[in-house]
């Protein structure tokens, strides 16, 4: 090829990359638009965008709710909710009549985003509470998912990520784009009443690993996450819903509560919620949601995040519980803004919120340049998320899918802690006779009793409603145990509750080998008497958590979950250390792997050594033990395999990373390359590449740094 031909085809290359690299990014039109979008826009349809809250209805044009809607909002249907305000997103909620099923959530979804097409024709963020476990707003047929403590007792951020990818979908499908989820608050206060079992742990390495690969994996769907609740909401023990908490925030036990939400940053977290609670050292006047220094010094400046910033629900009580300082919709409405909310959540009086925020533009507190920084960041995440364009969503088939309730039954197993087995109670055996099963309402005994009788166990029945057995009911239990090999016990808050407490005491002196399965927190333990034989940790109480606890008590499953919180007594003597729990599985220490850096790419690879136990995954996907090809930032981690008979010795390395250098070999100089015909020096080809290569790559960030 002569060099006139070879510089052309140089050329055509170099320019079809360059406009791949523009189309692959934000184009400038999309920004030019969001700006004509924004600026066009009236103040009242600006606060409208930053509006989001919940409608009552199953349909867009749903009257069966009209008296709730025109209540709260002066309408009758959630389509005209939508219309009245311009409004930048919804809440589904069920008691709001929004979740009946999949197939009704999507058609609310698309009615929805079609009354939105009126006014600024902005599309709608569409946006539930679903954290797996006790907070779940959508119900069966979606996936059942255990909570946050469930998943940090397993501490696999593969079982984490997968857990976001389940979320991310089945939400995709029926048209919700915005997940209130995950929690990165550590649970380190065992009296907090709001967080417990939502948080994924106490310890700020482990919570902010698996944080981060929740986000990925449900932005991977893209469904975007939420990190709440910022700086931390998990040293409480007053519940923000009723009233406002206060912490000191010491600047150690602060630096921990923010690692959660670091990685959340790191991880490319869209939206991270305020908490309504004062950490004294930071403001000790307002309230997170309120409070310049948390949310545009310390989230904002500190943190370096971009994204979007939203208050949690404004209809919580924290805020109208300030000392010395009453506040009203409208004061709450302004304050947040100001502080740097992008997004004021679920007000509970919108006329009254805009009415507040109209004065405040006339008296200068806020100003028309505030609103659009705000809704200018809106608008362009929704076309950055794909909702903007109608991004193609998976379809309802997704929705509980076999694949799917694989994934929340391995979290529920793999959570299951065997915190104390003396005598080696467990596994129970079939041929010893019936086992009794027992325990306090609230932590759903019943739902046990199928699973074990699907184990091979017999089981005899003596339940009771309510939280607080009766002395009838404590008297049937015992005698009722007189004639069981077992007895499995389920309680729920047992610290808190004496009758329950007595019971335990009771069956363990009856000579019967008690299980007791701790449903709630597992800070339970620390209630639990000596004489108990064996305990177990669920994390919770819903059929898929009662599942893992059934496949631990017959044996099919062997346990290997830890916990992820420490439990002291009163006096502070450590009962049960974070990260302990007795396993039956084979320990094993994964080899580290090797990576081969030689000048050039063509022989870099990452060498996966064979050991029995682990596997070994490179962006989810298991590698076979030898000599695979890699380019790049590798990042390989290890982990049991399969997880039902081995666990990672604790401490144990599991991850390496590397990145690989692309620099070729050096020729020697004193022999430089020969030069084709026509370039004597052989530099003209490469030197016009690398200028057009560096010319795109300056645009395709140029273009970025406009969009944000």
């Known amino acids: 090829m002569t060099s006139s031909r070879r510089t052309a085809a140089a050329l055509a290359a170099a320019t079809a990359l360059l406009l791949a690299l523009g189309a692959a990014g934000p184009s400038a039109t999309a920004t030019t638009d969001v700006e004509d979008v924004v600026a066009a826009m009236s103040e009242d349809e600006l606060v409208g965008q930053m509006t989001w809250v919940h409608v009552y209805g199953s349909g867009a044009e749903d009257r069966s709710r009209a008296a709730e809607n025109r209540a709260r909002y002066g309408v009758d249907t959630p389509a005209d909710v939508v219309r009245k305000y311009a409004l930048g997103g919804v809440l589904y909620f069920a008691w709001a009549g929004n979740t009946d099923s999949p197939e009704q959530v999507a058609d609310l979804s698309a009615g929805l985003q079609e009354a939105a097409s009126a006014g600024p024709g902005v599309p709608l963020a569409i946006t539930v509470d679903q954290e797996g476990g006790e907070v779940s707003r959508l119900g069966h047929p979606v996936t059942d998912l255990p ?6 007792a397993t501490f696999d951020p593969q079982l984490a990520r997968g857990q976001g990818e389940v979320l991310g979908a089945e939400l995709a499908a029926m048209g919700v784009n915005v997940d209130w989820a995950p929690v990165a608050d550590l649970n380190t206060n065992p009296d907090n009443p709001v967080i417990g079992l939502r948080s994924l742990g106490a310890d700020p390495a482990t919570v902010s690993e698996l944080t981060a690969a929740q986000i990925q994996g449900l932005q991977s769907q893209h469904v975007a996450a939420a990190a709440k609740h910022f700086p931390g909401h998990g040293d409480t023990d007053v519940d923000s819903h009723t009233g406002l908490p206060v912490v000191a925030g010491d600047p150690a036990e602060l630096a921990a509560h923010l690692e959660p939400f670091r990685a959340a940053v790191a991880a490319g977290v869209d939206i991270v919620m305020s908490a309504h609670i004062v950490v004294e050292s930071i403001d000790p006047d307002m309230p997170g949601t309120l409070s310049p220094a948390v949310l545009t010094d310390l989230l904002r400046g500190d943190l370096g995040f971009e994204g979007l910033v939203t208050t949690d629900a404004l209809d919580m009580a924290a805020l109208k519980q300030l000392p010395g300082n009453p506040l009203d919709d409208g004061d709450i409405a302004v304050l947040a803004i100001q502080a740097g909310s992008d997004i004021l959540l679920a007000p509970p009086d919108v006329d009254a919120a805009l009415a507040g925020v109209r004065e405040a533009l006339a008296t200068g507190e806020l100003t028309r340049e505030r609103l659009e920084e705000s809704v200018t960041r809106i608008l362009e995440w929704k076309v950055e998320r794909g909702i903007w364009d109608g991004a193609e969503r998976p379809g309802l088939d997704v929705v509980g899918s076999p694949d799917h309730r694989a ?3 391995a979290i529920a197993e793999r959570a299951v802690t065997l915190v104390r087995d003396e005598g080696a109670v467990l596994p129970l055996d079939p041929a010893a006779g019936p086992v009794l099963l027992a325990g306090a309402g609230s932590a759903w005994p019943e739902r046990l009793t199928p699973l074990l009788a699907a184990e091979g166990l017999t089981v005899t029945e003596r339940l009771e409603s309510g939280t607080s057995p009766s002395r009838g009911y404590r008297a049937a239990v015992r005698s009722a145990a007189e004639g069981a090999a077992a007895v499995v016990l389920a309680v729920d808050d047992l610290r808190a509750d004496a009758a329950q407490q007595a019971l335990v005491t009771e069956l363990a002196a009856s000579g019967t080998p008690v299980v007791v399965v701790l449903a709630g927190t597992p800070y339970d333990y620390a209630a639990v008497p000596g004489e108990v034989a064996a305990v177990l940790a669920s994390y919770g109480t819903s059929t898929v958590s009662h599942a893992g606890v059934a496949g631990v008590l017959s044996g099919r499953v062997l346990p290997t979950g830890r916990l992820p919180v420490e439990v002291t007594a009163p006096d502070g003597t450590v009962l049960a250390a974070l990260g302990s729990g007795v396993r039956r ?30 596997a070994y995954l490179l ?9 695979h090809p890699a380019e790049g930032t590798v990042v390989v981690t290890a982990q049991a395999d399969p ?26 100089a004193a022999e430089p390359a020969p030069a084709e015909d026509g370039d004597p020096a052989g530099w003209l080809l490469p030197a016009i590449v690398a200028t057009l290569l560096a010319a795109a790559l300056a645009l395709a960030a140029r273009t970025l740094h406009r969009r944000r």
């Open 619 to 627: 962006d989810g996907q298991t590698l076979t033990p030898g000599t």
């Open 585 to 614: 599985t084979e320990e094993v220490t994964p080899a580290a792997v090797t990576f081969t850096d030689l000048p050039g790419t063509q022989d870099d690879a990452v060498e996966v050594p064979d050991v029995p136990g682990a």
């Open 643 to 668: 997880p039902s008979a081995y666990h990672l010795a604790d401490g144990a390395d599991a991850r390496w990373e590397h990145t690989f250098d692309t620099a070729e070999a050096t020729p020697d």
């Open 407 to 409: 994934v929340a039954a």
């Open 147 to 152: 909570g946050g403590m469930a998943l940090g």
